[in-house]
């Protein structure tokens, strides 16, 4: 075996240029499949940072229109107290949260978490005390407790940091503990808090409020999924009876965590690593291709080892040893590769396990053994097939320079030419991917989103503390108003609003309504709108149009709410009773609650009948707007004056700017400064950006099907080129004596071109037959575009054509230029 | 014979190329005994390289019998050919087919390795024979760091190392000068005298004579057997 491996690392030494374009073909796609790989194993194999994470349960609400609701504070208060199958389970709902340091405020991600949080993660603090039943209950004195990272940054690591007050919000937290360094949440958060003294800011009271609270349990010994969704089921029913307005048809969603975090990954980086694969494939009959060239240059050599007695064993060993040594080097640059690969398409990991892989290396031993595996296989796999066709040359012919072929089937078909074909075809299949991606991209950016997002510029400004709006109810609206004013004021700014929920935040919140002059519809039938609380010129900042009525004036009245009045729920209850506002609503929302009928001047109630909520009337309608995603479709929305709440919205401030966006962003920013210097600003982002990023995952995988697609084209060509460079180095002689006969040029170059041809339409007739099966399974990741689509057969065969035929051009062009005589000279 | 070492009686050779019969040999009987040197003569296209190839077991007879050192192996599996053909036959080819990427020493040495031979043994013989050649100098170059004469006579140490039954020489002199020609061909005599026994292809006159017995070949027949210490026919 040495002295195979002696002679087989001399061979690759001795020609340099075929094992750099071995080991780089092979280093493509070890790597590319070794850094999906890794992804894969992120997101689904490797176990979550926690102890027996088998039994972490993720549980949420769900009804007939959201099957991943949040979960209503009380219900969940509820659960605690009715269940019986987990040891503990825990609500957690993520803020960004003012938190005054030494030298500024800045905001900083804090995760409100129940009592059991900790517990349920298994997790210890490193310092200073846990967090105790007594910590999360209303009223309890303020504490929080620090991440690692957090303590390092806010107190430099200091152990004194226990005990000692930090302002967050306006309001001192004693810490009470910090959490060990490889502690890993599936949010991001720096610090954490308990949730029920902060129940009542945040409105979860609320049973009908499902606003970002999210609950994980761990299943207790000898319970399994099945019994806890039974278990739950029937909690769920009970709290329907018992709720029947704001439960009415709220189920209970119980999952494993893993499959909450990770399963909406599933199928793209499935598909992904399919792709990658066939690449692999590719690269792999790419070398074997160049191997079994290369064994016929070798076929003396191979016959003298015969000669002298070697076995077929023998012989297929030394020549696999090659392969195997080409391999692990392509292995080994590969896993460099993967490493870059992995960085590159770690964004493929779901959002909520980012924060856990952020900080884990893509290597772990499921990576390795994959990387070991994949590098045997495919040395394996391209290495066999010549070994065994070098095997076969007969001593004979070899030692008697008889030119020959390695044929594998009857007539004009060698072994090569069948690699070929395949090769084109599967290329081809990835092109025809790609191409789907493609068409399927253009069709979703084709989309308007219902905003003109050109020329805006988003941005959120950390409001007041809520105390302060305890003693002024309208100081929020005071800020935003002062903040309006000053951005105003810049030359470069042609309008500015606030709103709510801006269009692609991934901050849309919708509330139940119904119409006044009908009937009320029974509970779990009532219709629910995206609502929006924005300023006066927020239809002309974001380029919606009024279609008709008209938009808000400013001068919507405000209620008089006296000094020191808690803001809640009962409290917008009692204070807008019988007030009437003003609403603009969305073309859909006009035509779902009023089809047919004129909506302008028509009244609807906001909330839950027994919520006393006011009564909207609507005064114009603008057009719809896609909030989330372009391939949403968009959903009925109203609007209603920001200037008549007092609520602490997470508002955006939106700025239409006369000229290039990017450059008014620091003026604009200054501007804030100015008048809201302890406000931090943060989320600044154009407006097109946002839009952009809503399918930004969507483009990044057609991304890598293109990149996928072309490699796999860029090697069939390689391929095509050097099996016709190959036959026309052997037929050079054949090629002397057609032109010595009177042969033209043109004839000549017809011959390779045929031959060329020859390799290329059957490879595109089986790649289109195996584009139809493969592209079947995009199907999900398609939009617009049907797998089928015609067009994106059409355009990947063609590309693949005219990319095989400039490939079958240059050794055609050579071998017009033999001379005859030299060729007829050389035998 | 007791000292019979290679026997062919029947022995034939068709290649069917295209639905078209070529009989490449024709009914050849021959004997050769050990420590004979035997030529085989005979114009090009006469079928010697074919019976060459037989002897070696590089080929089989389409018909007729081959006994080798007492044993058929005309039908033989080809692994056990293999076996055969690296224990008790040793090539020369004219075109020396020494293994470019393998120095001298690891050249003589490779026919060991696929006996299996420890390394101890096996470099202890690939020296030996190398020694026996003049070569044993030169043991850590490159094929083409030699001259012709030198590389076949690196490829008769090859032959030689594993102390085989016959050597089969293919026209050794057809690709060396004259005066590397005769060394080599002196060289064939010297092992001759040493007791190896030698069937060599040429179409040389000059060199035929150097063998106890000429074969002629013509049109795939034995047509004449020349004794050389015996100019008469036999």
Redesign the interface.
Known sequence: MI?DLR?AF??LT?SPGFTVVAVLTLAIGIGANTALFSIVNATFLRSLPYPEPGRLMHVTERNRQWPDMSVSYPNFLDWVAQQEVFTDLAIYRTNSVKLKTAGASELVSAGYVSAGFFDVLGVNVALGRALAPEDDRPGAAPVVWLTHAGWQRFFSGDPAAIGQSVLIEGRAYAVAGILPPDFRFFRAAELFLPVAPAADEMFLKDRENHNGTRVVARLKPGESLESAQAAMDVIAQRLQLAWPEANAGIGIRVQPLRDNLASEARSSQLLLLGAVGLVLLIACVNVANMLLARSLARE??I????????????LVRLLVTESLLIAAVGGAVGALLSLWGYDFGRRLVPWQMQPIVATQSGYDANVLFFLAGITVLTGLFFGLVPAWHASRID??DA??NTPRTLRLLPGHWQVGDLLVVGQVALALVLLVAASLMVRSLQRLTAISPGVDPTRVITLQVAPPAVSELQRDAWSHTRFQERILAEVATLPEVESAAFGSALPFSWNTSSMVIFRTDLPVPEAGKLPSANSHFVTTDYFRVMGIPVLRGRAFTGREPQPEIAPNTPISVETIARVYRGLELDCVVSERMAESLWPGEDPIGRRFQLGFPSANLPVARVVGIVGNTRQETLDRDPKPEFYLALHQFPAPFGVHLAVRTRLEPSAAVAAVQKAIRAVAPDHPIHDVRLMSDRVADSYSGRRFNMSLFAFFGGTALLLAVIGIYGVLAFNVGRRTREIGIRMALGAQRHSVLLVVLQRGLTLILPGIALGLAGGWFATRLLQSQLFGVGAFDLTSYIAGALALLLAAGAACWIPARRATRVDPIEALRTE | MSDSLIKLEGVTKVFLTDEVETHALSGIHMEIRKGEYVSIAGPSGCGKSTLLSILGLLDSPTDGTYVLNGRPVQGLSLPERARIRNREIGFIFQSFNLIGDLTVFENVELPLTYRGMPAAERKAAALEALEKVGMGHRAKHLPSQLSGGQQQRVAVARALAGKPAVLLADEPTGNLDSKNGDAVMQLLSELHQGGATIVMVTHDARFARNADRTIHIFDGRVVQEQVESDPTRT
């Open positions: 002295p002679y001399r061979q001795k003396r050599e016959a003298v080892r015969t000669a002298l007695g070697a076995s077929r064993f023998r001593p004979n030692l008697k």
